[in-house]
């Protein structure tokens, strides 16, 4: 049985920084194409960050040189490194495969705001 647990959201100042993780039971994540996810106030989740089983990375625009997806494999644990965070970077961030087929977590809440 697939298990994603985020951690490591909090309340942040505009301009700061955090990094989220995600560990994973169930699954091996070197095997699958991994996402992170944001659910900003009141809109659908969307993607923002992906990683392949080569490493390839790839993001959504609006994250482009200021977040970071990386992983773990031997921990089965992925991170999303957060820096020049922005109010609208607000929201639920979840960890899933590419295809967000695994059942969802929890997530892990972010709040940018002075």
């Known amino acids: 049985q697939v298990q994603l647990v985020e951690s490591g959201g909090g309340l942040v100042q505009p301009g700061g920084s955090l990094r989220l993780s995600c560990v994973v039971t169930?699954?091996?994540?070197?095997?699958?194409?991994m996402a992170w996810y944001h659910q900003g106030p009141g809109v659908q989740r969307e993607l923002v960050a992906t990683i392949t089983g080569s490493e390839g990375t790839n993001y959504k625009d609006s994250v482009k040189g200021r977040f970071t997806i990386s992983r773990d494999n031997a921990k089965n644990t992925m991170y999303l490194q957060m820096s020049s965070l922005k109010p609208e970077d607000t929201g639920v961030y979840y960890c899933?495969?590419?295809?967000?087929?695994?059942?969802w977590g929890q997530g892990t809440q972010v709040t940018v705001s002075s």
């Open positions: 169930g699954i091996m994540i070197r095997f699958y194409r």
């Open positions: 899933n495969t590419i295809t967000g087929t695994s059942p």
